[in-house]
C-alpha cells in the first residue's frame, strides 16, 4: 500500500503547486481580500473534490472489477491525458498575471459555496482524476471503491495545506513573480515535465 501511496502524494503535490485556476483563484482572492477568505475559499475548492471522487470511484470500480484489459485501457488513457496536458501546457503563453479586477468581497459562506461550485462544475476535473487515481490503486482486484476514498481525501488534504499555504504567503508571491519575468517560463516547463513524469508512473 505504501509503495503507492507515496509516489500519489509526491505526484499530487507537485500538481497541487502546478500553476492552475484554482491555486490562481486562491492567491488572487488572499491577495485581495487576505489569507482567511483565500482558506474559505479553498476549503470549497477541496470539498468539491469528493464529488469527483464518488464520480470516479463508482464508475471506474464497475469496470475494473469486469476486465484486468479494460483497467490497463484506462490506465493507457491516463497516461495519454497527462502527456496530452503536457503539450497543451506546451503550447500556452509562459506569461503569468494575476489581478484582483472584478473579484468582489464576499461573506465566508458565499466565498466557501463559489469555491465549491467552482470544483465540481468543472469536468475536467473528473477527468482528470480518471486518468490520475487508476495508476495509483494498490489492490485493483480488491476493494476499489475504499481506494478511490482513500486517494481522494489524501488529494484533498494535501490540496488544502497548500493552498492554505499559499494563502498565507500570497503577498510574497505576488511580489516575487511580478519582479521576476522568467518565472512564467519556468513555472510552464515544470508543469511540462511533471505531466510527463507522472504519465510515465502510471504506466509502469
Known sequence: MLDQIIPFLTASILLT???????????VRSMAYGYKQGVVTALGLVSGILIHT????????????????????????????LLYLAWQVYKSDPEIAFSSEG?????????????????????KVSIFFLAFF???????EGNTVAQFYTLGVLFMLQALIIFS???????????????????????KWM????FILIAILILL
Open 17 to 27: 503547486f502546478s500553476p492552475g485556476p484554482d491555486i490562481i483563484y486562491v492567491l
Open 54 to 81: 464518488s464520480l470516479v470511484a463508482f464508475g471506474v470500480s464497475a469496470v475494473i472489477k469486469q476486465s484486468e484489459n479494460i483497467f490497463l485501457i484506462i490506465k493507457i488513457f491516463g497516461a495519454a491525458y
Open 103 to 123: 473579484i468582489r468581497n464576499k461573506g465566508m459562506f458565499s466565498l466557501f459555496k463559489q469555491g465549491f461550485v467552482m470544483n465540481v462544475l468543472n469536468p
Open 134 to 140: 487508476p495508476g495509483f490503486l494498490w489492490e485493483p
Open 165 to 187: 499555504l499559499v494563502a498565507m504567503m500570497a503577498d510574497k508571491i505576488s511580489v516575487f513573480i511580478k519582479s521576476h519575468p522568467k518565472s512564467g517560463w519556468f513555472l
Open 191 to 194: 508543469q511540462v515535465v511533471i
